[in-house]
């Protein structure tokens, strides 16, 4: 166990509709990040967040959003979902100015 | 815009030290080498890091070059657990710069 959780494991749903995928950091870090892997894209920085504020944004698609809370705990929201969309997604958290993430161990989401 | 080159993947005998290279030429002063590695599907996992000395913990040694362009992550004593994709990446320490995954080395430890 990481420190790091991600709900839910697996998650099955169809083309256009909108699944919220949530992340706990590991106690003490206040940095959240979102990464996203496919098969063929390899490990894709999505998104930044630290102590509720959004850092750095990378690849990521308009039709998705995240946000942390004051618990600072993190959801992504993927919404009008294409097969494409298929893929691993990764939460991370670390200490501020590090480079020393704990990555939880993903959410596997399939389009159908 | 790739900063860091590695070989597309690497074999090494079970008990052998596996040695992967990565080359960063064009690293800046204020920028640290980073190695993680993800084994099958699982979230990656930080191995180490360094800036301009060699580094080393229990799981792995990392040896930069006198000129920072290139370094060697050492796994000593490689295992089949060790089987894994293994990246290499180059950070400043700012808190605003997100680690950015290459495609990095995958090392096959063979039995």
């Known amino acids: 166990d990481s420190g790091v959780t991600q709900t839910p494991k697996h998650l099955i749903t169809a083309t256009g509709q909108r699944v919220t995928l949530r992340c706990s950091p590991r106690s003490g870090d206040l940095s959240v990040y979102w990464y996203q892997q496919s098969l063929d894209q390899g490990l894709q920085f999505l998104i930044q967040y630290y102590n509720g504020e959004e850092r750095a944004k990378g690849n990521i698609l308009e039709r998705f959003s995240a946000q942390q809370f004051p618990d600072l705990h993190s959801e992504l929201n993927l919404s009008s979902l294409e097969l494409g969309d298929s893929a691993l997604y990764f939460c991370?958290?670390?200490?501020?100015?590090?480079?020393?993430?704990?990555f939880g161990s993903g959410t596997r989401l399939t389009v159908v | 815009d790739a900063k860091t080159t590695q070989p597309p993947s690497m074999d090494c005998a079970e008990g052998r030290a596996a040695n992967l290279p990565c080359n960063h030429s064009t690293i800046s002063g204020n920028e640290y080498v980073y190695w993680y590695r993800q084994i099958h599907s699982q979230g990656p996992q930080y191995i180490i890091h360094?800036?301009?000395n060699n580094e080393t913990n229990e799981m792995a040694s990392l040896i930069i070059t006198e000129d920072r362009k290139s370094s060697t992550l050492i796994l000593p004593h490689a295992t089949l657990r060790d089987t894994a994709v293994y990246y290499c990446i180059v950070r400043t320490s700012s808190g605003n710069t997100p680690l950015v995954f290459g495609k990095g080395t995958r090392l096959s430890v063979i039995a």
């Open positions: 360094g800036l301009k």
């Open positions: 991370a958290s670390s200490v501020q100015g590090l480079g020393s993430y704990t």
